[in-house]
């Protein structure tokens, strides 16, 4: 099993910056098949999307809505994924999900590991 705790989240203005921070834990076993690491959101009568995720490798997926604005980084000795959000936008506001899972970066499994999410909120 790999528990994950999220930090960060919060009220912005636009045009400020949040940085979001998920750590992950649990056995060594757990962690050996674990590749992506990144973060989904999900913004009220709205699907959850990918916003973007990093492989073991540091191969990145981004979505374009967030382009130019946001990066990942993760630390694997730390198994930590960082999430730098500038620029931010009212529409960004939603609750943002770190996910962990054994596929290609953004890609999500059945059996994969979730937070419990963290709020964003962006004032005009």
């Known amino acids: 099993q790999v528990q994950l705790v999220e930090s960060g989240g919060g009220l912005v203005q636009a045009g400020g910056s949040l940085r979001l921070s998920c750590a992950a834990s649990?056995?060594?076993?757990?962690?050996?098949?674990?590749?992506?690491m990144g973060w989904h959101r999900q913004a009220p009568g709205k699907q959850r999307e990918l916003v973007a995720a990093i492989s073991a490798g540091g191969t990145t997926n981004v979505a374009d809505s967030v382009k130019g604005r946001f990066t990942i980084s993760r630390d694997n000795v730390k198994r930590t994924v960082y999430l730098q959000m500038n620029s931010l936008k009212p529409e960004d506001t939603a609750v943002y999900y770190c996910?962990?899972?054994?596929?290609?970066?953004?890609?999500?499994?059945?059996?994969?590991?979730w937070g419990q999410g963290t709020q964003v909120t962006v004032s005009s």
């Open positions: 996910h962990v899972g054994r596929s290609g970066a953004g890609l999500v499994r059945p059996d994969d590991y």
């Open positions: 649990g056995s060594t076993f757990s962690f050996l098949s674990i590749n992506t």
